[in-house]
């Protein structure tokens, strides 16, 4: 498994995302990013506390599935709730995981942290961002995404104190040798395309020079992990 990592503040005055890489006590790996949700106070901390009390949480269940990924997401978002109450203060975040479980994949997302499963040059899935401008979308309350712009930064679904908006988008994946899985921010995907991250990740200083593109036109934090098998 080759895996890399990438952040940045980009246009902000501090970095809000938090990056997590670990291994469950199964043995399985543990991927997370976290995005201090923008505007909010204490955005870092809440992000290294939701993931913090996720991974904690899944380290002693007997078994990694989609009710179990949840029920970690609760226990973080009532640590969230409490950290709020305590501070006085509106805090949390949005993620976007995958734990490599032999050749299955648990992919899993609450907001706008994108997860792409590539074989080759090829998008086999996409995580659908739990966003405003999808609802409407889904809805066909309105039929142009364009229209939609001034929308496009308001999450329907995070971890930030309220049990009804930290609903997991779940997916369970198997995988071959050729695949890989990209992890990003909003930072990241309101920046560049999918495409044009596969098109720096297969260069040798792919992720630098991705990085140059970053610090030039990144408006809000960026964060991405590649995982490679």
Do not use: P
Not at 126 to 145: A, D, G, M, W, Y
Not at 195 to 204: C, D, F, H, P
């Amino acid at each position: 498994m080759e895996v890399k990592q990438l952040t940045g503040t980009g246009k902000r005055e501090s970095n809000q995302d938090f990056i997590y890489m670990d291994r469950l006590e199964s043995g399985t790996s543990f991927f997370l990013i976290a995005d201090g949700m923008g505007g909010y106070k204490k955005g870092d901390e809440a992000a290294r506390i939701v993931t913090e009390n996720i991974f904690t949480f899944l380290n002693f269940v007997e078994n990694i599935n989609e009710q179990n990924i949840q029920k970690a997401v609760q226990k973080a978002n009532l640590a969230i709730k409490q950290f709020n109450n305590k501070n006085n203060i509106k805090s949390g975040a949005t993620i976007g995981g995958i734990i490599v479980e032999e050749n299955t994949v648990h992919v899993f997302w609450v907001g706008d942290v994108m997860i792409y499963q590539i074989n080759k040059e090829n998008v086999l899935f996409q995580t659908k961002s739990h966003t405003l401008v999808n609802s409407l979308l889904e809805s066909e309350s309105i039929k142009e995404e364009k229209s939609l712009e001034r929308y496009k930064h308001i999450v329907t679904r995070s971890i930030s104190g309220k049990a009804s908006e930290s609903s997991i988008g779940y997916q369970s994946i198997q995988f071959s040798e050729d695949d890989s899985f990209i992890i990003c921010s909003d930072g990241v995907h309101n920046t560049v395309s999918v495409e044009q991250i596969l098109e720096y990740i297969k260069k040798r200083n792919g992720l630098q020079e991705l990085k140059s593109q970053f610090l030039k036109e990144a408006q809000d934090n960026y964060s991405i992990i590649t995982i490679g098998f």
